[in-house]
């Protein structure tokens, strides 16, 4: 059963007013009685007056900028909420590439100057004039900028189990705090096509391998485990499987569909890895006896099939269960890098050839803190050459954030757990991210939720 999940503002489903008509209906003076000198003017002079009303309205406030730079944005998630309200609202956005930090720009209302200030979003209100300067410095082959058009607020989904809270993924949590909404589905959606009416996905931190998380050595015996495999061992048998992973192979088989067919993904932390590693190993038995009571297939690891990946290629699966990887793709183990100086660099690309890993890079630092996950980077040598790499640690020589193509679709992958809680524990508080306004991490997502409202060129490089 899919769960629709809004924000705690109510959406505004009422049509856009534009700013001519939200200044007549506010004016002090009203919509046909102007005075001079304490008399009413004549009819013809007042409508001449009124013309001439509109148009200098219509040349001062004609579009609102909501930047996106560090110095004049106090709450950079929110304003991604706000371009997605407007998008709801039937009316075109233009995100400006590489502009004062990839600043959203949109037509001028009170209605919409209104719902900045509730939300605490910095906004400035530009001239036509004003606002054709930008759009040239933009337009200029010199300056590596861009503005896409944004036509249609994306429908999203979260795949996530029943009674998971908000605040146990990313995702799902500035989601919340921006004033998206997403609706929530699971197994039993997927393998009946639900995917088929939603433009964005979203894949919550799932083990897809059915080795429950890699969690033995710890948690074996911790109820909350116990609990967990019970009811993912009932779903699998009521869905007409034998084992968890087998069902979960046929729900990432479902997934895949989804993407090859023009749909777009957004994986983080275990959810990334641990869905190549199913698909790679269709048809082979990499459990062992504890996650699905029978052996694991001999000599399993010469049977895997890199060729049917999204992502990634030559890992080494995991083959001890008392162990918390999956295989050689993530990095955790192997980093190396004090917490004070983890940081990784996001790449640049040319806005006006390559938008689309523009889009998704945009953000008002190209440093952003690192944090950790059980699957927090990837190994270069097991990313296949045709997946992009957007962020990376050169000090540990690791991607943290990489996006492809598959088939008409697109997916990207994001290490690790929480962009602003460094090594998220089991049991660890939620992150408030009233205290983290400007993330530059969850930034990161939100670009994601973006990306399929825009009206896409094709990538040159």
């Not at 590596?144 to 795949?159: D, H």
């Not at 999204?310 to 999956?326: G, K, N, Q, S």
Request: hydrophobic share 35%; net charge negative; aromatic share 12%.
């Amino acid at each position: 059963m899919m769960t629709t999940t809004y924000p705690s503002k109510c959406e505004n489903k009422n049509q856009y007013n534009n700013g001519v008509i939200a200044f007549i209906n506010n004016s002090e003076t009203g919509t046909g009685n102007f005075s001079a000198s304490g008399f009413l003017l004549p009819f013809k002079k007042g409508i001449f007056l009124l013309l001439f009303f509109l148009i200098t309205f219509s040349g001062f406030a004609s579009q609102v900028l909501i930047p996106m730079d560090a110095e004049s944005q106090t709450n950079h998630l929110k304003a991604y909420g706000i371009t997605y309200w407007m998008l709801k609202k039937g009316v075109n956005v233009q995100w400006l590439l590489n502009y004062r930090g990839g600043s959203f720009l949109m037509p001028d209302s009170e209605e919409l100057r209104k719902e900045c200030r509730i939300r605490g979003v910095s906004f400035e209100v530009l001239s036509d004039q004003r606002t054709g300067e930008i759009l040239e410095e933009i337009s200029s082959p010199s300056k590596n900028m861009e503005a896409v058009l944004l036509e249609k607020a994306p429908k999203i989904a979260v795949y996530s189990p029943q009674g998971n809270k908000p605040w146990d993924d990313a995702v799902t949590m500035v989601l919340t705090y921006a004033e998206i909404p997403y609706e929530t589905i699971y197994d039993e959606e997927v393998l009946n096509d639900a995917l088929l009416l939603f433009d964005w996905l979203h894949l919550h931190h799932e083990d897809f391998t059915g080795q429950y998380g890699k969690f033995y050595r710890n948690y074996r015996t911790a109820p909350w485990y116990v609990e967990d495999k019970r009811q993912a061992e009932a779903l699998a048998k009521r869905l007409g499987y034998d084992k968890v992973s087998e069902e979960k192979l046929a729900v990432a088989l479902k997934i895949r569909d989804y993407v090859v067919g023009g749909g777009f993904m957004f994986a983080m932390c275990s959810a990334t890895d641990s869905f190549d590693i199913a698909l790679a190993a269709e048809g082979v038995d990499i459990a062992e006896p504890m996650f699905d009571g029978d052996p694991s297939e001999p000599d399993y690891q010469n049977k895997i099939d890199y060729t049917t990946t999204f992502a990634f290629t030559d890992f080494i699966l995991e083959r001890d269960p008392m162990v918390y990887e999956f295989s050689s793709i993530d990095m955790t183990t192997k980093r190396r890098v004090p917490m004070d100086v983890d940081y990784f660099r996001l790449m640049e690309f040319s806005a006006k050839w390559d938008p689309i890993p523009t889009m998704l890079t945009q953000n008002h630092t190209v440093l952003v803190k690192g944090f950790m996950g059980q699957t927090t980077a990837y190994d270069p040598d097991n990313i296949k050459p045709t997946v992009l790499v957007l962020g990376e640690n050169k000090i540990n020589g690791e991607a943290r954030y990489i996006h492809g193509i598959k088939g008409n679709g697109f997916f990207t992958f994001y290490g690790g757990h929480d962009p602003e809680d460094y090594q998220h524990m089991v049991g660890d508080p939620k992150t408030e991210l009233e205290l983290h306004p400007t993330s530059p991490g969850y930034r990161l997502i939100l670009n994601n939720v973006l990306f399929p409202a825009a009206k896409k060129k094709k990538q040159k490089t």
